[in-house]
């Protein structure tokens, strides 16, 4: 017996500042940020969230070492891959690489790179 897993729930990016977070995956990826168990934060898009957590004030249970600017995430695109270079370089946000070709969990994708403000590496 094994365990099986349908999709991804959730995951958690811990972060210095998350109004900045909340800022930043709100304007240039457009997340909607919702409030949930009072004041804890998190980023909705499709059927998933990223929750966020402060750094230094996470909520139990945790990642042993938890760390800003720690992840790798690859977003699946929802929309005009030429507009999202064109909202991103409009940002000011500097394309770390691509557009490539990677092949994703379903097959090949063109992709590009790019850190959110905690430095954590963002493909799209």
């Known amino acids: 017996m094994t365990v099986r897993i349908a999709r991804l729930d959730h995951l958690i990016f811990t972060v210095r500042d998350i109004g900045e977070i909340c800022t ?3 304007r240039v990826l457009g997340m909607e940020i919702k409030r949930f168990a009072g004041e804890r934060m998190a980023l909705h898009f499709g059927d998933q969230k990223i929750n966020l957590h402060k ?7 945790k990642a042993a070492r938890p ?3 720690s992840a790798d995430l690859c977003l699946v695109l929802d929309g005009s ?4 270079v064109a909202t991103l ?3 000011k946000i ?3 690489e ?8 379903v097959g090949s994708m063109q ?8 430095g954590n590496l963002i493909g799209v």
């Open 94 to 96: 500097e394309l770390i």
């Open 98 to 105: 691509g557009p490539v070709e990677r092949i994703g969990a």
């Open 67 to 69: 760390t800003p600017g």
């Open 81 to 84: 891959f030429v507009q999202a």
């Open 24 to 26: 930043f995956y709100e």
């Open 111 to 118: 992709s590009i790179y790019f850190r959110h403000p905690d």
């Open 55 to 61: 750094a230094g004030a996470e909520f139990e249970p």
């Open 89 to 91: 370089q409009s940002e």
